[in-house]
């Protein structure tokens, strides 16, 4: 059977292991996402084609390298042993000389490309915010609800240390392949004006650059301390830890927040989707979780999950929530409606009823704020 989502094709595809015929199975994977996690060594070798050639499209290594003889990158949970002249899984360190060396420059540099958004955006978190909502005023927000009038900007970090099998923001890669574009952090501390009320860093993921986004953070708070001013930020948590409190200093002070996506539960299923464990991100959520307190009057810590069809169904879902609830019942969780794009263009979109069943079981573990987000992308 063949059918089609707007323009793209969805086929069906049979499973490598159960045999299972469906249109939910990637074929780029080749497995169905039971045997994903039931039996993660024998997909190994259909993981390993789907990231290698996902990654060598740009040149980059489809695996986080670990060369015995390398020099060690600490910045997030690939721990990469670079060796000489090769480059780290997100494709911006590299070994030279047995020194390590950040290919866009140094700290003070991105790669970064930027633009205004009028608020309210399409923020994962805009309906907690207090650009969109109406928590958070006075002491954080211009407005009693949405900040019309106000704009964030928006900034696009050109790496990442995932490498998601249905990046949405895939072009990323281009990116951290040509090495451009290039600001300094004062340059982008300097493109806030007067109606700039937050600052989001996303991408690709700020865990590559973190300590560039770091430092044009704090010059731009410098500048702006007489007002508002929230830096946010989405990010897949793979950071070190210690970058991670650095980040919740600046959004908690400032009334901004940090947004996960907490892309599965299983870690068979998050290897095989994105390449890469999801121990840390869980670590540093659950780390993160414990400033919520130091701040009540607006949400610090924000969740979201892609609902992947086949993949991404109401057991990760209920074991993600769960997992939230555990830390606090008041985390606000979307569920994001999945379009396919990149290495899934052959997936169908969402469901209107596994949203509605997602969100249920979201509810039913213990989560009082369930959103369903993107419902324009349902079927």
Same mark, same amino acid.
């Given at each position: ?39 993660? &060594? ?8 789907? &990231? ?6 740009? /040149? ?21 042993? +670079? ?12 070994? %030279? ?13 991105g790669i970064v490309s930027w633009y205004f958004d009028p608020l309210p955006t399409n923020c ?28 964030? *900007? ?8 995932? /490498? ?18 290039? $600001? ?29 986004? !770091?430092?044009?953070?704090? !010059? ?7 007002? +508002?001013? %929230? ?13 991670? %409190?650095? $980040?919740?200093?600046?959004? *908690? ?28 991100? *869980?670590?540093?959520f659950e780390m993160l979780a414990q400033f919520i307190a130091k701040r009540p009057e607006s949400p610090f810590l924000v969740a979201s999950t ?6 991404? /169904? ?16 008041? !985390? ?11 290495? $899934? ?10 949203? *509605? ?23």
């Amino acid at each position: 059977m063949v059918r089609y989502v707007l323009w793209h094709t969805v086929s069906e595809v049979k499973c490598n292991f159960c045999s299972e015929t469906s249109e939910l199975i990637s074929k780029e994977l080749g497995v169905c996402g039971s045997c994903l996690r039931e039996k993660p &060594h024998e997909a190994k070798v259909y993981i390993e084609k789907a &990231h290698a050639k996902s990654k060598g499209k740009f /040149d980059l290594p489809a695996s986080p390298p670990k060369d015995p003889n390398g020099v060690k990158c600490t910045i997030c949970v690939n721990q990469c042993m +670079i060796g000489e002249e090769q480059k780290g899984f997100c494709g911006l360190q590299t070994n %030279r000389k047995g020194r390590l060396v950040h290919l866009g420059g140094t700290p003070s540099k991105g790669i970064v490309s930027w633009y205004f958004d009028p608020l309210p955006t399409n923020c994962v978190a805009d309906w907690v915010c207090p650009g969109g909502s109406e928590c958070g005023y006075p002491k954080y927000s211009y407005s009693p609800g949405v900040e019309y009038g106000y704009k964030n *900007l928006a900034v696009f970090l050109g790496a990442c240390s995932f /490498d998601c099998l249905f990046c949405q923001n895939w072009h990323y890669r281009e990116m951290t392949r040509t090495l451009s574009p290039i $600001m300094t952090a004062q340059e982008l501390a300097d493109c806030v004006d007067d109606k700039t009320s937050c600052i989001c860093y996303f991408g690709g993921d700020p865990t590559p650059q973190l300590p560039f986004a !770091i430092k044009a953070s704090k !010059i731009v708070l410098k500048q702006n301390e007489d007002r +508002i001013l %929230r830096i946010c930020w989405e990010t897949n948590g793979t950071m070190n830890p210690s970058l991670a %409190r650095k $980040m919740a200093e600046l959004s *908690l002070n400032s009334g901004g927040c940090i947004k996960f996506d907490l892309k599965t539960w299983d870690e068979n299923l998050n290897i095989a989707l994105t390449g890469i464990t999801n121990r840390q991100t *869980l670590q540093n959520f659950e780390m993160l979780a414990q400033f919520i307190a130091k701040r009540p009057e607006s949400p610090f810590l924000v969740a979201s999950t892609l609902l992947v069809p086949g993949y991404i /169904d109401a057991q990760e879902v209920f074991n993600i929530a769960k997992f939230i609830a555990d830390l606090d019942t008041n !985390i606000p969780y979307s569920l994001l409606a999945f379009y396919p794009c990149f290495q $899934m263009m052959d997936m169908p979109t969402t469901s209107r009823k596994q949203a *509605l069943e997602c969100r249920e079981v979201a509810l039913e573990a213990g989560l009082k704020r369930v959103r369903i987000g993107n419902i324009h992308l349902l079927s």
